[in-house]
């Protein structure tokens, strides 16, 4: 089942480190399936508030996606985004084909 990484960013200083990490990322991605499905781009907040930016990327499951993650490739470029990005992140698990609303109340 899909997995995604999903970034509500607040603010970003952007430099060097932010377009080395922009320029390196997507090395990082490739060998876990991982692909952007939103970067950044305008956000319409109907309700509630939002942040700055939104970013979703998508995994083909939820163990690539922590594998990506936790990989030593990504970890040596994670700082160069956290340094100088306010954002919330997590994970969520996608939904499998022909989900309908209602079946959330089988919970």
């Known amino acids: 089942m899909t997995a995604y990484a999903i ?14 990490y922009l320029q390196r990322i997507d ?3 490739e060998p ?3 692909r ?8 319409e907040a109907v309700e509630g508030s939002w942040g700055k930016d939104l970013i979703i990327i998508e995994f083909p499951d939820h163990d690539r ?4 993650y936790d990989s030593p490739e990504y ?3 994670l700082p160069l985004r956290t340094r100088h990005m306010t954002a919330d992140v997590v994970f969520a698990h996608g939904t ?5 609303g209602a079946d959330a109340l089988e919970h």
């Open 7 to 20: 970034a509500n960013v607040h603010a970003v200083e952007f430099g060097p480190d932010i377009v080395e």
């Open 27 to 29: 090395a990082t991605l």
């Open 32 to 34: 876990f399936g991982g």
């Open 36 to 43: 952007f499905l939103v970067h950044g781009g305008q956000v």
């Open 65 to 68: 996606l922590r594998a990506w």
């Open 75 to 77: 970890q040596e470029i």
């Open 96 to 100: 499998p084909a022909g989900y309908r």
